[in-house]
């Protein structure tokens, strides 16, 4: 599975918009593009994954660059209670292994 | 539906102690992980179990076994506790599924004294 870059910080103010970025450079046209996030002490909780085309759910919107090397998280309207590491992942399907490489992430402040 | 539950949540252990960790899930998922997380470390995979009865090694499994004998449930067993097993612990689990994302339980912190 492809290495990921992010930024290990980031602080945004509530209510504004948090994007997230995130660096896969060697991404393969099959491997996809996953988002998780852990709030403190808790588990790791799934936000949103996508392959090609931007995506968006109740929680989230991704955006990945055409060439496919990089993309942004985009938090719309951040609340104190986002505040979390976020851990981008890159992800062969097929590859049900579980090993996902969570690496280090971008802790995200939201602040008042 | 209570997602993926794990118990206890702290635990103290003397070395050379043992004691299993259960993870139970109600999604009727087929795929079950435990992964250890210690600080600057990230993640990592101690063993997974793609469906009942079967189980698999994943990047860290020395010093652990595993069971799966209900579809529902993933145990896993510290025989002998070492100090270096102090870690928090979070199960995982996931549909049969290529792109199905992992949900996971609220771990447990275990120490090893």
Known sequence: DAKTTQPTSMDCAEGRAANLPCNHSTISGNEYVYWYRQIHSQGP???????????????????????????????????????????????????????????????????? | NAGVTQTPKFRVLKTGQS????????????????????????????????????????????????????????????????PSQTSVYFCASNLQSTNSPLHFGNGTRLTVT
Not at chain 1, 69 to 88: G, M, Q
Not at chain 1, 96 to 106: E, V
């Open chain 2, 19 to 82: 004691m299993t960790l259960l993870c139970a899930q109600d999604m009727n998922h087929e795929y079950m992980y435990w992964y250890r997380q210690d600080p600057g470390m990230g993640l990592r995979l101690i063993h997974y179990s793609v469906g009942e009865g079967t189980t698999a090694k994943g990047e860290v499994p020395d010093g652990y076994n595993v069971s799966r004998l209900k579809k529902q449930n993933f145990l896993l067993g510290l025989e002998s506790a070492a």
């Open chain 1, 45 to 112: 909780q799934y936000i949103i994954h996508g392959l090609k085309n931007n995506e968006t759910n109740e929680m989230a919107s991704l955006i990945i660059t055409e060439d496919r090397k990089s993309s942004t998280l985009i938090l719309p309207h951040a609340t104190l209670r986002d505040t979390a590491v976020y851990y981008c992942i890159v992800r062969r399907p097929f590859s049900n292994t579980g090993k996902l490489i969570f690496g280090q992430g971008t802790t995200l402040q939201v602040k008042p």
